[in-house]
Protein backbone atom coordinates (compact mmCIF):
# COMPACT_ATOMS: atom_id res chain seq x y z
CA UNK A 1 0.00 0.00 0.00
CA UNK A 2 1.14 3.15 -0.99
CA UNK A 3 1.86 6.14 1.58
CA UNK A 4 -0.75 8.46 1.56
CA UNK A 5 2.52 11.51 1.33
CA UNK A 6 3.52 9.47 -1.67
CA UNK A 7 -0.41 9.72 -3.04
CA UNK A 8 -0.28 13.65 -1.93
CA UNK A 9 2.64 14.63 -3.94
CA UNK A 10 1.78 12.33 -7.10
CA UNK A 11 -1.59 14.08 -7.64
CA UNK A 12 -0.15 17.94 -6.51
CA UNK A 13 1.99 17.38 -9.52
CA UNK A 14 -0.93 16.92 -12.21
CA UNK A 15 -2.34 19.85 -10.54
CA UNK A 16 0.73 21.89 -10.88
CA UNK A 17 0.91 20.88 -14.45
CA UNK A 18 -2.73 21.88 -15.19
CA UNK A 19 -2.75 25.10 -13.33
CA UNK A 20 0.81 25.87 -15.14
CA UNK A 21 -0.09 25.18 -18.35
CA UNK A 22 -4.02 26.49 -18.32
CA UNK A 23 -3.14 29.64 -16.48
CA UNK A 24 -1.04 30.85 -19.53
CA UNK A 25 -3.55 29.66 -21.64
CA UNK A 26 -6.05 31.21 -20.63
CA UNK A 27 -3.83 34.52 -20.86
CA UNK A 28 -2.01 34.04 -24.09
CA UNK A 29 -5.33 34.10 -26.18
CA UNK A 30 -5.88 37.84 -25.31
CA UNK A 31 -2.32 39.02 -25.80
CA UNK A 32 -2.37 37.27 -29.22
CA UNK A 33 -6.03 38.42 -30.53
CA UNK A 34 -4.36 42.32 -29.51
CA UNK A 35 -1.31 41.11 -32.15
CA UNK A 36 -3.59 39.63 -34.55
CA UNK A 37 -0.12 37.56 -36.03
CA UNK A 38 -1.46 34.27 -37.61
CA UNK A 39 1.74 32.58 -36.37
CA UNK A 40 1.14 33.85 -32.75
CA UNK A 41 -2.13 32.10 -33.32
CA UNK A 42 0.20 28.44 -32.89
CA UNK A 43 1.04 28.87 -29.48
CA UNK A 44 -2.67 29.01 -27.69
CA UNK A 45 -3.40 25.98 -30.00
CA UNK A 46 -0.83 24.29 -28.64
CA UNK A 47 -1.91 24.40 -25.04
CA UNK A 48 -3.75 21.40 -24.48
CA UNK A 49 -1.59 18.56 -26.08
CA UNK A 50 1.26 20.10 -24.09
CA UNK A 51 -0.71 19.79 -20.89
CA UNK A 52 -1.27 16.32 -22.21
CA UNK A 53 1.88 14.96 -22.76
CA UNK A 54 2.99 16.68 -19.62
CA UNK A 55 0.37 14.75 -17.51
CA UNK A 56 0.94 11.69 -19.28
CA UNK A 57 4.63 11.87 -18.28
CA UNK A 58 4.02 12.50 -14.70
CA UNK A 59 1.30 9.60 -14.35
CA UNK A 60 3.72 7.00 -16.26
CA UNK A 61 6.43 8.11 -12.99
CA UNK A 62 3.86 5.81 -11.05
CA UNK A 63 5.58 2.62 -11.09
CA UNK A 64 2.08 0.60 -10.32
CA UNK A 65 0.30 2.45 -13.10
CA UNK A 66 2.68 2.26 -15.40
CA UNK A 67 2.54 -1.42 -15.01
CA UNK A 68 -1.08 -1.37 -15.11
CA UNK A 69 -1.00 0.42 -18.99
CA UNK A 70 1.43 -1.93 -19.86
CA UNK A 71 -1.02 -4.45 -19.34
CA UNK A 72 -3.67 -3.48 -21.66
CA UNK A 73 -1.06 -2.57 -24.62
CA UNK A 74 0.53 -5.71 -24.39
CA UNK A 75 -3.31 -7.07 -24.18
CA UNK A 76 -2.12 -9.10 -21.26
CA UNK A 77 -5.92 -9.14 -19.69
CA UNK A 78 -7.06 -10.90 -23.17
CA UNK A 79 -3.85 -13.26 -24.05
CA UNK A 80 -2.61 -13.92 -20.14
CA UNK A 81 0.60 -12.71 -18.77
CA UNK A 82 3.57 -14.01 -20.16
CA UNK A 83 6.60 -15.31 -18.00
Not at 6 to 14: A, E, L, Y
Not at 43 to 48: G, K, S, Y
Amino acid sequence: MAEPCGNWFFFSRIVGIFIVVWIPGAVIPGVVAANGSFRAMIVPNLIAPIQAIATTCAILTKEDVRNYIWDLVILSYIFGKKK
